[in-house]
């Protein structure tokens, strides 16, 4: 059975930072893309990046580029999204992603994911 488990999140300050992991169990996910997502209060679920099978490609949405940095580790089966210079509204709840096909307009719209984890909380206060 496939899981994914992210975790690091929790309640920081504006212009702090987090880092959430997301371990993958059930099977190897080094030649999927992985990344995440994320939904706040009332919104509905959006993209936030994705990183390529092999790591050097990757993808991220508007809101978060140059603040945020997604990363992987294929022999932990593990990705990570570093937030730095976080803003209150990026209060959300952060999804772990696994798609076999690295094609951000696919990713951006959430087609072609194959698995999802349950989600974390990321609060960040004014």
């Known amino acids: 059975q496939v899981q994914l488990v992210e975790s690091g999140g929790g309640l920081v300050q504006a212009g702090g930072s987090l880092r959430l992991s997301c371990a993958a169990s059930?099977?190897?996910?080094?030649?999927?893309?992985m990344g995440w997502f994320r939904q706040a209060p009332g919104k509905e679920r959006e993209f936030v990046g994705v990183?390529?099978?092999?790591?050097?490609?990757?993808n991220y949405a508007d809101s978060v580029k140059g603040r945020f940095t997604i990363s992987r580790d294929n022999a932990k089966n593990s990705v990570y999204l570093q937030m730095n210079s976080l803003k209150p509204e990026d209060t959300a709840v952060y999804y772990c992603?696994?798609?076999?096909?690295?094609?951000?307009?696919?990713?951006?719209?959430?087609?072609?994911?194959?698995?999802w984890g349950k989600g974390i909380l990321v609060t960040v206060s004014s």
């Open positions: 992603a696994v798609g076999f096909i690295y094609d951000p307009r696919r990713w951006g719209s959430a087609t072609g994911i194959d698995y």
């Open positions: 059930g099977r190897t996910f080094s030649n999927y893309a």
């Open positions: 990183i390529g099978r092999n790591a050097y490609a990757t």
